[in-house]
């Protein structure tokens, strides 16, 4: 069993997999962790046209090449952005992938956005959303008081449900190591739905699911800033798919419900292995 990891961004890195160290070598799971092009350990390129899904899926593929994966044992792991970019790749290369996982992810932008809107603003004290639509409206980003009020309302409900004080030190520094000028092209400057101009504004696959035949799965966490039922809907889609709720877990379920998300995902691949 060989996992192949796409992190999420854009423009994101693979630190933010490090505790998958703690989980999947004692499990007899070899996995590959490696940064897309244009982050923060791969080359920069300032090309602008470089950032449009078609060459991130061509580059999945170089990689599953150089390393010799197939479909005798790849399995192939997306988180947020990453799991666009996985059900792109499969969507094309489905014949080389044994399993494919979409974790944290929703099969449609527009939902998301949705999703942003109507559930998670509204938990937010009125007060303070308004401060942040505000904010956005002027496209003041670079404010400080931006960051001020998303950290405690947004980051820390629905991003990685720890206090910002013990957030783990990969998640903190694949944050730090964040490429803003691809993660603004194509997901926009807000943290609260991909918005503007940014190239993922129209992006949907819903209706393509179908049409990806691996067995797959999809994992969303009860606090997430992706629509978990959406995410579960999503695995009634594939002709073989299956869902992994993580109930304490939230955009990085693989941190604050580490028990549920590497049990499931073990599970899953060893029954898809049999």
């Known amino acids: 069993m ?59 593929e170089q990689v599953r090449q150089a390393l010799q994966l197939d479909k005798s044992n790849l399995y192939l792991l997306g988180h947020s952005w990453g799991g666009i970019l996985a059900m792109e790749y499969a969507l094309r290369y489905q014949q080389h992938l044994k399993g494919l996982i979409i974790s944290n992810m929703m099969s449609s932008v527009p939902a998301y956005n949705r999703y942003a809107d109507e559930v998670l603003g509204p938990k937010m004290p009125a007060e303070v959303l308004a401060e942040i639509k505000q904010i956005e409206a002027n496209n003041d980003f670079e404010n400080p008081r931006y960051m001020e009020l998303l950290l405690p309302h947004f980051y820390t409900q629905h991003a990685l449900r720890m206090p910002l004080e013990e957030w783990p030190d990969p998640a903190l520094r694949m944050l730090d190591h ?73 955009h990085m379920a693989f941190y604050d419900d580490q028990k549920t998300y590497f049990e499931g995902l073990v599970n899953f691949m060893k029954d898809v292995d049999r």
């Open 178 to 250: 964040m490429n803003q000028s691809i993660y603004v092209q194509m997901q926009g400057p807000s943290e609260f739905g991909i918005r503007g101009n940014a190239s993922l504004l129209n992006w949907d696959r819903s209706q393509h699911l179908s049409d990806i035949k691996v067995p797959t799965l999809t994992i969303g966490g009860q606090h997430d800033t992706m629509d978990p039922q959406h995410m579960e809907w999503m695995a009634t889609q594939f002709p073989n798919g299956r869902y992994l709720h993580c109930p304490e877990g939230s």
């Open 2 to 60: 060989k996992l192949l990891l796409l992190h999420g961004g854009p423009g994101g890195t693979h630190e933010a997999f490090e505790c998958f160290h703690s989980y999947l070598p004692k499990e007899g799971i070899e996995y590959y962790y490696y940064d897309q092009l244009g982050s923060h350990y791969s080359d920069k390129p300032d090309d602008t046209s470089l950032w449009e899904i078609d060459r991130f899926v061509e580059e999945v």
